[in-house]
């Protein structure tokens, strides 16, 4: 087959970029032995691949290869299926990092660091690969120095089942939607990648012809690579499989049809622990797949977020750094990531980005948050850091000399009163009811009179102490009062890692003009300051209303 140098300027290909050329410029991997170099003329290798099947090699194979060579075959099968590729010979230059003569795999045509399923070299053969759709692309590149026999290469088109490797994917019956075929078997067999832990099944539809014992059509997992491994379940009818927890970093997943009656087939998702995580602690730290470094393509990652009943969560967005906005919508069309207040995608839309920006903190409106990472077949960039709090549902207000602060019991359920306490562990919270309450003068527990912004306020600190063992952790709250006003604020300021953290964030915002976390006519002024006030201005006005009637009588 000939050369393949046509330039594609689309999302499929990337950038004005060559699927396949021969090039004598410098190697660009290693500046390993470096000089002029003479390239290989009339050497034709790479090409597409269009056929439900063949077979491909290094140039010059079972000879040895070319200096100064590289090859890239694209193969394309028909959509709705996927591209089996094994590798039957391999023997390229050895280096601990590949950095001299290599091959590479593609998941998909775009020869971007998200596609990119491995790099190999020396005399082990890479593992059988089955693309996520059905484009493929396979690179092979010679450096000057140091030629061995290459490589020998079989692929076949799939339309079911195959070895998946990515952090997440999904699957699909054969023609899904659409009826599936009679007298099918298809066995997808997930792990072998650089995924780690256990594994996540999630059925989204399943619709098998059902049957006692589902001895006609089922779909069947096991806990290993293999059907030798413990199966998991056995499942048929309209009802969808459970959520699904492999035990080891493998899952096989086998469908079967019969010779009549079919149905709508199914449709699921998979996920490595790295994809998809459950935070429950009071505060935490996540980041995209592979961060610093460019996450992987064709991924649909989750986090949830779930804090006790009360609490709200607060997400700070340290380092962003996905594809960027469509120039056709200018919306985040490819790559993206998204926040939905609760536990499911079904909750609001608390924002959705992409690209390179700097964004301000968002606050959840209930006690879970869902973070949802999707990307598309190409251009992966480095990804996304962040860190979140769970404020502490609070109810503060003040009146010109005292403190009112309320916070439900259930939401610090695991601790003692005593580690609830404002200034000084002397002024320690006392259980009312079903809340921490504590209710103290200004001239106590450790508040001061400052000047702020030319107004006098009040402050101190609240501190809850969520220390476990030796692990200190201690979250500090600043609570204020201007008293002309009796108006009270609360600011976090010390709760996640403070380097993480370049500033205080200001919490009262979610809380007290949302509608409060707790019942505000449990807490009652006892302002007597306020009371004293207004019974002398009544005397007052009695006294004078006396002194008018007693000097019209004189």
């Not at 046509?6 to 090039?23: F, N, W």
């Not at 096991?222 to 309209?238: E, Q």
């Not at 709508?264 to 622990?273: E, L, T």
């Not at 449990?522 to 009544?538: G, L, M, P, R």
């Amino acid at each position: 087959m000939g050369m393949l140098c046509r330039h594609r300027q689309d999302k499929l290909m990337g950038a004005d970029e060559p699927c396949c050329s021969h090039t004598a410029g410098q190697h660009r991997g290693s500046g390993k032995r470096r000089g002029i170099r003479g390239g290989m003329k009339g050497i034709k290798c790479g090409g597409v691949l269009s056929a439900p099947y063949g077979n491909f090699s290094s140039p010059n194979f079972p000879g040895r290869y070319p200096y100064e060579t590289e090859c890239t075959w694209l193969i394309v099968v028909a959509e709705g299926s996927s591209v089996l590729l094994s590798f039957s010979h391999f023997e390229l230059e050895y280096h601990a990092a590949c950095a001299y003569d290599y091959l590479q795999v593609y998941n998909g045509a775009a020869r971007d660091q998200g596609n990119l399923l491995g790099t190999f070299c020396g005399h082990s053969p890479p593992p059988p690969f089955s693309s996520a759709w059905h484009v493929m692309a396979v690179v092979f590149r010679s450096d000057r120095h140091v030629a061995k026999r290459g490589f020998a290469a079989a692929y076949r088109k799939d339309a079911c089942g195959g070895q998946l490797t990515g952090l997440s994917g999904e699957i699909t019956s054969p023609r899904y939607p659409e009826s599936y075929p009679n007298n099918a078997e298809c066995r997808w067999s997930i792990g072998g990648g650089s995924g780690g832990g256990p594994l996540t099944l999630v059925f989204t539809d399943f619709q098998v012809e059902g049957g006692q014992g589902c001895g006609f059509d089922y779909v069947a997992l096991f806990d290993g690579p293999t059907t030798a491994a413990p199966r998991l379940g056995r499942y048929c009818g309209s009802t969808r499989p459970p959520r699904t927890v492999s035990s080891a970093p493998h899952l096989l997943i086998l469908f079967k049809s019969d010779f009549n009656i079919g149905g709508r087939g199914f449709k699921a998702h998979f996920y490595w622990g790295e994809c998809q995580e459950v935070f429950t602690a009071v505060k935490g730290n996540l980041s995209s797949p592979r961060y610093p470094n460019f996450y992987p393509n064709n991924l649909k990652c989750q986090w949830s977020i779930q804090l006790p009943p009360g609490y709200r969560i607060k997400v700070f967005f340290l380092d962003m750094e996905l594809e960027g906005r469509s120039s056709l919508t200018g919306g985040c069309d490819y790559d993206h990531l998204a926040a939905f207040d609760g536990g499911t995608e079904n909750g609001s839309l608390l924002g959705r980005w992409c690209g390179r920006e700097s964004l301000a903190p968002i606050t959840s409106r209930s006690n879970q948050l869902l973070l949802v990472l999707h990307t598309d077949r190409n251009t992966a960039k480095r990804g996304f850091s962040i860190t979140y709090v769970g404020v502490v549902p609070m109810n503060i207000s003040c009146t010109r000399t005292d403190f009112h602060i309320q916070i439900p019991v259930q939401s610090l359920a695991q601790l003692e009163r005593n580690r609830i306490y404002l200034g000084t562990p002397s002024c320690a919270a006392q259980v009312v009811g079903r809340n921490f309450r504590i209710h103290t003068r200004f001239d106590t527990c450790g508040t001061e009179s400052q000047k702020r912004n030319n107004t006098s306020v009040i402050v101190s600190t609240l501190y809850i102490n969520f220390s476990a063992g030796d692990q200190e952790d201690i979250h500090q709250y600043e609570v204020q009062c201007e008293p002309k006003r009796k108006e009270a604020s609360v600011t976090l300021i010390a709760g996640p890692d403070p380097s993480r953290l370049s500033q205080a964030e200001n919490l009262v915002d979610a809380q007290q003009r949302e509608g409060g976390v707790t019942d505000a006519r449990e807490i009652k002024s006892q302002d007597t300051s306020d009371i004293v006030f207004i019974s002398i201005c009544i005397l007052a006005g009695l006294l004078m209303v006396i002194a008018v009637v007693g000097l019209m009588l004189l």
